[in-house]
């Protein structure tokens, strides 16, 4: 429930904030990609930190300070007068934007290896079901009452999780583990940083993680611009803002089946390694048959390969690192990919802006596809590694 709600704020913004800051703010499309970087930036640095804390402290508070910052940053957005006060925003919902991963982590704790994955997979699903609301909702609000109007309304979810969090919620780490990561952590507080790091298994997981996101950050940040400039390229500012709304509620839809009803399964047929690789795959042929063909049909097309690979590759990646790092460190090692992958939304929302003003609007598609491939063959080496922590069979 917090995380759906979470992000359904999250996906009332989606859709709205690229033209709101174009047409009401004056900014350039490397101005808006950018503001993803600079969101993912601040994540990239906050994101251990988080993860430590939540191993240290629990995930509750860790999950209410999260949530905090989120709140605050959808606020100033939505009285924001510039440009500037956009980018503050970003990096304060960045420094605290440990929501989904320590999650993640509070999934973890919760559940065994055989069912850790499905367990991941609703968490992805609860994502899923915000971005079929959310979009569609901001969209509407931001067509019908204005632009900055879908913040406020988020600004009002945000704090719905966190009277959710503060008031019905349990810790999920028991308080011995936690006084025993604190005497760890005192006795060596960077070593195990760096100790997770040298595991191959988990530094292969990371990689892929980074490249996964530098490709999908490619795509999703130009996605709005992209969609105007080259698919809905007659139609205005709220017929466009409609129609992508009316795309991410078709993504959000496709994930929520996969997550709710495939992800289990799949795993039980295929295995955890099996399904990253597979759902990289999936979200490899999506690209490129948006890249090659930027037409309403292609993208409505390329929607289940998209979202059904992302659904099914995402938690099963995560269930996977979970096995290879040490109990102790799950909500670390879970930061750690947490930053990884802002590194690659760090570099991709940047690439996406300078390829598509100073190449091509198609430019950052093809981009995407090459990134996309890059990590679909990294995600082979996966097989080369057995979990430290046993899985189930077909993970083998």
């Keep these: 429930m917090i995380v759906f709600v979470d992000v359904l704020g999250l996906g009332i913004t989606i859709p709205v904030l690229p033209l709101f800051a174009k047409n009401q703010l004056g900014a350039e499309a490397w101005h808006i990609t950018a503001l993803t970087s600079v969101f993912f930036a601040a994540q990239f640095f906050a994101g ?47 420094l605290t934007g440990g929501n989904i991963s320590v999650a993640q982590a509070y999934l973890s704790d919760i559940t065994d290896e ?5 367990g991941l997979g609703v968490i992805n699903a609860s994502f899923g079901l915000g971005f079929v609301f959310g ?33 019905f919620l349990p810790e999920s780490l028991p308080a011995e583990r936690r ?47 992209w969609a105007e400039k080259l698919v809905f390229p007659s139609f205005d500012e709220a017929s466009v803002q409609r129609a992508v709304g009316l795309i991410l509620t078709f993504v959000g839809i496709s994930g929520v089946i996969a997550q709710f009803w495939l992800v289990g399964p799949l795993v039980k047929r295929f295995g955890e390694k099996k399904l990253v690789v597979g759902g ?78 100073n190449v091509h609007p198609n430019a950052p598609m093809i981009a995407a596809v090459a990134l996309m491939g890059i990590a ?14 046993a899985a189930s069979a077909p993970a083998k």
């Design 135 to 167: 979009p569609a909702f901001g969209s509407l609000l931001a067509s019908f009452f204005g632009p900055r109007v879908p913040f406020l309304v988020a600004a009002v979810v945000s704090l719905c999780t966190i009277l959710l969090s503060a008031f």
């Design 179 to 225: 006084r025993a990561d604190r005497i760890a952590a005192a006795a060596s507080p960077r070593a195990r940083g760096w100790k997770l790091l040298r595991v191959p298994s988990v530094a292969l997981l990371l990689i892929v993680g980074f490249f996964v996101n530098f490709a999908f950050f490619n795509f999703q940040t130009i996605f709005v611009l």
């Design 280 to 357: 990289n795959a999936a979200r490899f042929f999506a690209f490129g048959l948006v890249a090659l063909s930027p037409t309403v049909a292609a993208v409505f097309l390329s929607i289940p390969f998209m979202s059904i690979g992302g659904s099914v590759a995402l938690p099963v990646l995560i269930a996977l690192l979970t096995f290879f790092a040490p109990p102790d460190s799950r909500g670390q090692a879970i930061g750690l990919n947490q930053s990884f992958a802002a590194a690659g939304a760090i570099v991709g929302p940047l690439t996406a802006g300078f390829l598509f003003q």
């Design 48 to 94: 251990p930190v988080l993860g430590r804390l939540s191993d240290r402290y629990g995930r509750r508070p860790v999950l209410i300070l999260s949530q905090g910052g989120t709140l605050s940053a959808l606020l100033l957005t939505a009285f924001a007068p510039s440009v500037l006060i956009l980018y503050v925003a970003r990096v304060i919902d960045g």
């Design 114 to 118: 055989k069912n850790r994955a499905r």
């Design 376 to 389: 679909t063959l990294i995600s082979l080496n996966v097989f080369r590694f057995k979990p430290a922590v």
